[in-house]
């Protein structure tokens, strides 16, 4: 069998190997300085196409429908596949040679450049920018539940903001591309959570596109000590999370992983349910060492940091969860911004002035967090912003259900 993935199943494939879903490709994925989109062609030729003979389960894949095709590229029209479980994008001219890359058994897959440029015909463009974040960061959403799954942390980029910026250079007259070039500009480098990025996401998105007008943060650039001498319990460098460029002002994000409480109370319970368990009494005590040295640490890290220059607001999940909360941190950001900085961040504050606004953007946020609730906000969103209606997809977690 010979096919190019695109689109959702493209992206599907990429979170399931970068999840390591799929022992049968090896990771990181290699790259080919040249891989041209190849024509589709059966597994056996004198078949016709069935889902059954489509159905790449080494992908993780399910097994493809009319409701839920396989995404293929093909060079023409004449390629194409007459059969209503794939859906077919023709790409006979525009794209660059390194569009694809080869996974191995006939299978190409859009390479993270290219599902960029495509999903922009898809998405709206807070939810593209998320999706660079992903793409560009070190973290993967599951490959079957994009916005409830669990999340893979600590796996390599699979691009950069630079190279999807030269990519689109190279491309002409793509559908997405106009909008994939705007959207861009907001994308940092190097997030490590969907959080982070959802953060640095809105910071970045101008206040049209309901974001807070900051501008590009700069993503866990590490901080060293002064002269390389760190003191006492002082480490020789940390990492901010997040850095507003040209001012020393910074976010740390607090997660839940951060004061893992939920490790005390299973270790509690269990030794409850065995009393006169001496192994598990100990392992109380020591789950509650393990969070209390996990919360001293994050504490001595923000006052190092304010030891380097640098300014730092502390975020947490419930900032997020909460209604306005999100506002609350950035106009602390802002304000320690503007004492070191000679921008003018005027605008910013008008938006926060306008209830209008903020009663949107905070509508906006809930419909982006990876929570039950956020289907249905982003329902609520679609509708307020008389969006066009968009197919069911799963682009970085937000499934549009309309």
Not at 129 to 143: C, I, N, Q
Not at 269 to 289: F, M, R, S, T, Y
Request: hydrophobic residues 40%; neutral net charge; charged residues 25%.
């Amino acid at each position: 069998m010979q096919l190019s993935l695109n689109k959702q199943s493209a992206l599907r494939a990429l979170r399931a190997i970068r999840c390591g879903k799929t022992p049968q490709v090896n990771r990181p994925i290699v790259r080919m300085e040249k891989a041209p989109l190849r024509s589709p062609q059966r597994p056996d030729v004198r078949k016709r196409w069935s889902p059954a003979a489509a159905h790449l389960d080494w992908l993780g894949m399910p097994q493809p429908t009319q409701r839920t095709p396989l995404y293929v590229a093909v060079p023409s029209d004449l390629s194409r596949i007459r059969a209503r479980f794939f859906s077919c994008t023709i790409h006979s001219t525009g794209l660059p040679d390194d569009a694809f890359l080869d996974i191995g058994n006939g299978i190409q897959i859009a390479s993270p450049e290219l599902l960029f440029v495509e999903f922009a015909t898809v998405m709206i463009p807070q939810v593209l920018v998320l999706l660079g974040y992903e793409l560009t960061g070190r973290y993967s959403r599951d490959a079957s539940s994009p916005r409830l799954g669990p999340v893979t942390y600590g796996v390599s980029p699979l691009t950069t903001v630079e190279k999807i910026e030269d990519f689109m250079a190279r491309c002409h007259g793509i559908p997405g591309l106009c909008s994939a070039r705007k959207c861009i500009k907001y994308v940092s480098d190097n997030s490590w959570s969907p959080t982070e990025s959802l953060i640095a996401a809105m910071a970045a998105l101008p206040i049209k596109g309901l974001g807070y007008g900051i501008g590009r943060l700069i993503l866990n650039e590490r901080s060293n000590a002064r002269d390389g001498n760190a003191h006492g319990h002082a480490k020789e460098s940390r990492v901010p999370d997040m850095r507003v460029p040209a001012t020393p002002v910074g976010i740390n994000y607090e997660g839940g992983g951060h004061l893992e409480l939920d490790r005390i109370v299973a270790a509690a319970i269990a030794a409850a349910e065995n009393p006169g368990n001496a192994l598990l009494q100990e392992e109380v005590a020591g789950e509650k060492d393990h969070v209390r040295e996990k919360y001293v640490d994050d504490l001595r890290r923000t006052r190092e940091l304010a030891s380097r220059g640098l300014v730092i607001v502390n975020a947490t999940m419930e900032d997020l969860f909460a209604s306005h909360g999100l506002d609350t941190l950035m106009q602390q950001v802002i304000s320690a911004a503007e004492r070191f900085s000679d921008r003018d961040f005027s605008t910013c504050w008008e938006a926060f002035d306008s209830p209008t606004v903020c009663a949107k953007r905070q509508l906006l946020i809930w419909a982006l967090l990876d929570w039950k609730p956020g289907i249905e906000y982003m329902r609520q969103f679609m509708a307020q912003e008389n969006s066009k209606p968009c197919q069911a997809i799963e682009g970085n977690a937000i499934e549009f259900v309309l």
